[in-house]
């Protein structure tokens, strides 16, 4: 049973796994896998949590606010004068070198240079650039890290989203809330250590699939569990009609009895997975109302992220609903926020957009400094690629789009010892990168790095091969670490 264990249930180095449980250190990737009594014991005994990081990790957990369909970098955090002063004249070839363009754009005639209508000013100790569009996070510069020298290889929105998710641009790999939950479990044994909220803007929105927050070959107990917005925010907690918690809790003894039966016959570790997403939706039916129940908050609080927080599915409601499950040892807690999609009528729809995200974006770092919580939660803020400086479309001062462009665009992070500041840095045209690439990659290996995790140890031996959300590449970006 040992053998099957090791070999069907964690699926990672098990000389490490032996050698750290011999030297009463416990393990880096147990999870909040169902383990068999001997490994529990031995647990219990060092009096360990269920993961452990591989070393003094800065952050605890994050908070993933990600904006999908791609904001324009051009008119938020990436300040490029030169382009209204050639508004209208041609890209050089020069500057564009050939790249690839998308098939929206490819054939046009002309790539009219297009300037922000928007204008930038300066901000905090590190006078960063950034638009009139976002005035609130503007307030809170001091505590985050613009990062201005993005890049990824993916150039379409389902392939560039997934990449930035799971760290590859096919389906079917683990997220990295999966990857975080299968390398050091969750915190609060009532809640999951992944959760997925979604809201959606008043722009054109891509969509956002399941497979974005799945287990894929990891444990199913490692998957998102999705919040709605809805009277139920995870569905299928209540009890049934006619059964009360007495009775419940009966027949999930009964079920776990049948279920270890079964698992003796055949090993599978899913059905002890099965037993454990059981488990844990018992104990959610307590700890979710609760946390979902925004009616306790200080009118300040409220006032902070804006009456929109008191709307079930919005993203100010989201943000907070996502400090609420964070403090409470929510792992990993990733929400998508829909609508960024400016091919065309950019000024007026990401003027939209902003107003959305800015308030509320800006609140939930002020509310987690103030809780002495913002050292050991990171916050990410960014899409899945850049826009063009050139116009998509017919093009006037007032109206213009951006189509996609994977070579150079920003995000920002916070928190979870990330040093505040600028990093990176583009052309004149906003369009290539001259100093401090940072790639999906590296993004994920740095994210990663801050728990306490080396993405080159965070395996997973999956048919034949070893798999890691880094892939075989990237490194941590050293110089945005505190």
């Not at 915190?187 to 008043?202: C, D, H, I, W, Y």
């Not at 907690?237 to 918690?245: T, V």
């Not at 850049?386 to 001062?397: E, L, P």
Request: proline share 5%; net charge neutral; charged share 20%.
């Amino acid at each position: 049973m040992e053998k099957d264990f090791l070999e069907h249930g964690l699926n990672f180095n098990r000389r490490r796994f032996l050698s750290k449980l011999s030297l009463g250190l416990g393990s880096v990737a147990l999870g909040s896998l169902l383990i068999p009594d001997l490994f529990t014991a031995a647990m219990d005994e060092a009096g360990l949590p269920p993961g452990i990081p591989d070393f003094a990790p800065k952050a605890k957990r994050v908070i993933y606010l990600f904006q999908n369909g791609a904001p324009s970098q051009l008119e938020s955090f990436d300040y490029k004068p030169k382009l209204r002063e050639m508004m209208g004249q041609e890209l050089p070839a020069s500057v564009r070198a050939g790249q690839r363009l998308t098939g929206m754009t490819a054939n046009q005639a002309s790539f009219p240079l297009v300037g922000s209508f928007y204008d930038f000013k300066q901000y905090g100790q590190s006078r960063a650039f950034i638009s009139d569009l976002f005035p609130h996070t503007a307030k809170v510069v001091d505590d985050i890290c613009i990062i201005r020298s993005m890049h990824t290889e993916a150039i379409n929105h389902d392939p560039a989203l997934t990449f930035f998710q799971t760290g590859a641009q096919q389906g079917n790999r683990p997220s990295m809330g999966a990857w975080l939950s299968y390398g050091l479990g969750s915190e609060n044994k009532n809640l999951p250590a992944f959760t997925v909220l979604l809201s959606r803007g008043k722009g054109n929105g891509q969509g956002v699939y399941s497979k974005l927050w799945t287990n894929g070959f990891l444990d199913s107990t490692h998957q998102g569990v999705q919040f709605s917005a809805g009277e139920d925010p995870v569905l299928y907690l209540k009890d049934p009609d006619g059964l009360n918690r007495f009775e419940r809790r009966k027949m999930l003894d009964k079920l776990a009895e049948m279920n270890s039966i079964s698992y003796k016959e055949f090993g599978d570790p899913e059905i002890n997975a099965k037993v454990q997403q059981y488990e844990m939706a018992y104990r959610m039916q307590t700890a979710v109302p609760e946390i979902t129940d925004v009616s306790k908050e200080p009118d300040d609080i409220i006032k902070m992220y804006g009456s929109d927080c008191l709307v079930p599915g919005t993203f100010s409601a989201n943000c907070l609903l996502a400090r609420k499950l964070s403090e409470n040892g929510v792992r990993f807690v990733q929400l998508y926020h829909q609508g960024w999609d400016q091919h065309g009528n950019l000024p007026n729809e990401m003027a939209g957009q902003a107003k959305d995200v800015d308030q509320a974006s800006a609140a939930l770092i002020t509310d987690l400094k103030q809780r002495g919580l913002l050292d050991e939660t990171l916050v990410i803020w960014g899409g899945e690629f850049g826009r063009t400086n050139y116009s998509q479309g017919a093009m006037t001062k007032e109206n213009y789009g951006r189509d996609h462009h994977p070579r150079c665009f920003s995000i920002w992070m916070a928190g979870g010892g990330i040093k505040p500041g600028v990093y990176g840095e583009t052309d004149e045209f906003g369009y290539n990168i001259i100093k401090d690439p940072v790639h999906v990659h590296d993004f994920q290996a740095t994210v990663l790095h801050q728990l306490g995790l080396n993405h080159e140890k965070l395996i997973f031996k999956h048919l034949g091969r070893r798999y890691r959300l880094t892939d075989v590449s990237g490194k941590v970006i050293k110089d945005i670490i505190a």
